[in-house]
């Protein structure tokens, strides 16, 4: 057991390490963080009902009161980007976990065991890959029904190509190493050299991915909302705050669409930033 | 070259110091080393790793990457002081007058430009040549370095060629502007004997011919003797002694180069010699006992890989319980492919192997972790850098068998398992918290030792397991595998391509070439009377620790 809290209070002056090395990473950290806790506490922290219209009110500039306006049926606009948080990192997280699981788990195998299965994957992810992605959530998430299950799946999917190649050369370089040679002569089957050997070898360098990921996935979900698919008004949501907002910008009405495509904006640059000081941080190597 | 000794040596390095800049604050690599050398002099630089020898070579060459830099002493090449010079300047001086060949020649070559190539590409930056006579002058120098059918070779590509030709073709670039000194940082680490014979032939040749100077750098007190005129001892970033190649190993005064000069292994030396601090092994004889079923043997074992040549042929022998077997041959002779045949990570194509009266060739290698005798049987890997899962730490790796293998979890059963084990491969407890990169090369064999006697193996498998290490920590881990035979009376199957170490530790050899066997029996009779050619050529290529022949 001492082992282990040994290793726990390394890892913590490591992550505190990286974070001071970086100010970059730790700014975006913070930023995680924050979007993290307005993701869980949202509805315990809004100042007014996101969904409630007060049309006497509609359409008010940013003041003391509405922090960021209120939009054409007087909904508060703060509020609703606090409550779409949630729903948007709901949704770009169980897309990224989804892809990550299943596309590493394919890759993996394909780069261990190559021969037919890495070719035929291969062309599979070819030909995913020269269609263009957006559109194919747009087909997918028509043909499957318009639920914000179907979001999550249609962004998964256009991931997943990615995850496969990254898991797949990742494993590739690595398959001959002494040391999984060495797990084989310890007792693992393929099957666990795969799963328990080299997989979490590639982690670290799959972090940045993911978070990369991660923005792109929250980029995509509002996509789709923009464009009329996926989650449905009055659910408050940074794509469709963005596709409203825009009938009243030739007016003046900025606020409409500016704040809720900050609140989208910072958040893909958070996570964009994140990842190198994910992979520092996973990497063991990096702990000195 | 006419090197004017009037003005003083080639190359003087005066009081040089070296500090890196790490996460922990700045880290003194160097601490004030002087050297001197003349022209047409070769100096040995010799020491274990971390001794800081090829930091001096990079600070000669000022090659210290960004962390790196010189904080003191100065370094004068050909009389003019170069410690500050400007990097226009460094880049005239080097290649044409200064030059270096790296340890390991494939990585040192472009892999997507034609040996031609590379060989004009440096003599067009020093501006000597047109390309159609510098394509010449490539061809010239081919010839120089000895390479079989230049002309053909000049189109080749580095992946086409041998280590060994990738080492020549080094040289040749190396010396293509006529250098007054070259630097050879480990030029014959990692090649075969034999080949290694004639790279060190051919670039005392060359030096002699063009009257060059030549600073060796090598772990290798057997190559230092046999080719330096003068020879530098390094320890923890200083020079230790120096002195005449003769005189400092006959009558070596500092306690460091005493202890390298006893791990050295000569022709005569016995195990004990070489670590004289370690414990004593009690030279136990292991009985063979007439009638006694052997621990392993192999039967008539082929494995090819598809090519025209199999890489295996026909292979037998047998070990006996308690037994040391050394396989020997030079790369490519087929030695790796048996020792993972043997340990069940390949399957055979024809033949089979017998452990312990029962036939385990059969099981396919697929499913052979759930076979008995996958515990028996463990291996060692060559290089201890590659062998470790670099996010396990020590514990994790050599609990890693007996979790998978014996289904023992987390507690004291385990943790008391992986001590044992720790022990007995003498790696200190402390270290068992650490991940592979904070640990040296001698520390990480030792995992990998331990690793392999965890599930208290009866066969171990030895994978060229020393030949990544420096010389004193060879000795002492060559001590500890004999003592685990003789104590525990595990077998071992030793693969390497050094034969002293063979002869040392190993009571039969097998030798190998292109998978056939050449020679079998007593080591102690193949050594005094070798029958096949091969094994002959392989035994004179052994570079000895002999400082007195080099006198004669």
Redesign the interface.
């Known amino acids: 057991m001492s082992d282990v809290v040994l290793g726990r209070s390394g890892l913590g002056r490591h992550v505190a390490y990286v974070l001071r090395s970086n100010p970059v990473t730790t700014v975006a950290a913070a930023g995680a963080v924050v979007l993290l806790f307005v993701a869980l506490f949202a509805p315990w922290l809004v100042p007014y009902d996101p969904v409630a219209s007060d049309v006497p009110n509609a359409l008010q500039p940013p003041s003391a009161a509405h922090w960021a306006g209120t939009d054409q049926l007087g909904r508060d606009i703060f509020s609703r980007i606090l409550m779409a948080t949630r729903l948007d990192l709901m949704i770009a997280f169980s897309a990224v976990s989804l892809s990550f699981a299943v596309g590493a788990v394919i890759g993996g195998f394909c780069g261990y065991v190559g021969g037919g299965l890495d070719r035929w994957v291969g062309r599979f992810v070819d030909v995913l890959m020269a269609f263009p992605l957006f559109v194919l959530a747009m087909a997918l998430v028509a043909a499957l029904g318009n639920r914000v299950e179907n979001i999550v799946i249609a962004t998964a999917f256009i991931n997943l190509p990615f995850y496969i190649r990254f898991a797949r050369a990742e494993v590739n370089v690595r398959r001959n190493a002494g040391w999984v040679e060495a797990a084989r002569a310890c007792g693992d089957s393929h099957l666990s050299v795969v799963l328990r050997v080299l997989l979490p070898n590639v982690l670290p360098a799959m972090a940045v991915q993911i978070s990369l990921n991660l923005g792109w996935a929250i980029l995509n979900a509002a996509g789709l909302s923009f464009i009329g698919l996926g989650v449905r008004p009055p659910t408050p949501e940074w794509g469709i705050m963005v596709a409203e907002g825009a009938r009243f910008i030739t007016t003046g009405k900025w606020w409409l669409v500016a704040f809720p495509g900050l609140a989208l904006m910072l958040t893909v640059l958070c996570f964009n930033l994140l990842g190198d000081g994910l992979r520092d941080i996973l990497d063991p190597r990096m702990r000195t | 070259m006419t090197v004017s000794s009037a003005r003083g040596p080639l190359l003087q390095v005066e009081n040089l110091q070296v500090e890196f800049s790490t996460?922990?604050g700045v880290v003194k690599a160097l601490h004030g080393i002087d050297l001197a050398l003349d022209g047409r002099e070769t100096l040995g630089i010799v020491g274990e790793s971390g001794s800081g020898k090829s930091v001096t070579s990079l600070a000669v060459m000022r090659l210290l990457d960004r962390a790196g830099r010189i904080s003191g002493g100065r370094i004068l090449f050909q009389g003019r002081d170069i410690t500050r010079a400007h990097h226009g300047d460094l880049r005239k001086l080097r290649g044409s007058a200064l030059s270096m060949i790296f340890q390991n020649p494939r990585a040192a070559l472009n892999p997507i430009r034609s040996i031609a190539q590379q060989i004009v590409d440096v003599l067009a930056a020093h501006g000597r040549l047109s390309k159609g006579a510098a394509r010449g002058q490539a061809l010239e120098l081919l010839r120089a370095v000895r390479i079989r059918d230049p002309e053909a070779r000049l189109s080749a590509y580095p992946h086409e060629l041998s280590g060994g030709m990738c080492q020549r073709v080094m040289i040749a670039m190396a010396i293509a502007c006529e250098p007054a000194l070259l630097i050879a940082d480990e030029p014959t680490t990692g090649l075969d004997v034999t080949t290694q014979k004639t790279v060190m032939e051919l670039l005392a040749r060359i030096q002699a011919e063009r009257g060059m100077a030549m600073i060796l750098i090598t772990h290798d007190l057997g190559l230092a003797a046999r080719w330096c005129d003068r020879i530098a001892v390094m320890e923890a970033g200083r020079v230790v002694e120096q002195g005449p190649t003769e005189a400092l190993f006959e009558a070596p005064a500092h306690p460091y180069t005493r202890r390298l000069v006893a791990a050295s292994p000569t022709r005569r030396s016995v195990l004990a010699d070489l670590a004289p601090d370690a414990p004593k092994v009690v030279p136990r004889p292991v009985e063979h006992r007439p009638g006694t079923p052997p621990l392993l043997e192999l039967q008539h074992v082929v494995k090819s890989f598809g090519g025209p040549t199999r890489a295996v042929d026909d292979v037998s022998f047998r070990i006996p319980p308690a037994g040391a077997l050394g396989l020997v041959g030079e790369s490519g002779s087929g030695k790796s492919t048996l020792s993972?045949l043997v340990?069940r990570?390949l399957d055979p194509d024809d033949g089979d192997i017998v452990f312990d009266g029962e036939s385990i060739a059969r099981v396919p290698a697929?499913e052979f972790?759930?076979a008995p005798q996958?515990?028996d049987?463990?291996?060692v890997?060559?290089?201890p850098n590659?062998?470790?899962?670099?996010?396990?730490?020590s514990?994790d790796s050599i609990a890693?068998?007996l979790r998978?293998?014996e289904g023992l979890r987390d507690g004291a059963a385990l943790?008391a398992r992986v001590r044992d084990a720790a022990a007995r491969a003498g790696l200190p407890p402390e270290l068992?918290?650490r991940?592979p990169?904070?640990l040296s090369g001698g520390q990480k064999a030792r995992v990998?030792i331990a690793?392999?006697l965890a599930?208290r193996p009866r066969l171990m498998i030895l994978d060229e397991p020393t030949a990544a290490l420096d010389v004193s920590v060879q000795a002492v881990i060559l001590q500890l595998l004999d003592k685990l035979r003789r104590e525990e009376g595990i077998g071992l199957l030793f693969v390497s391509h050094d034969l002293n170490v063979v002869r040392m530790l190993c009571d039969d050899l097998v030798v190998l070439q292109a998978g056939k066997v050449m020679e079998e029996g007593r080591s102690r009779d193949i050594f005094r009377q070798p029958r096949a050619e091969y094994t002959r050529t392989l035994l004179e290529a052994v570079p000895y620790f002999e400082p007195k022949r080099h006198a004669a």
């Open positions: 996460r922990h993972r340990c990570l697929r972790h759930r996958r515990r049987i463990q291996i890997f060559q290089d590659d062998s470790l899962n670099p996010r396990y730490t514990f890693h068998p998978r293998l943790t068992l918290e991940f990169h904070q990998g690793r392999a599930p």
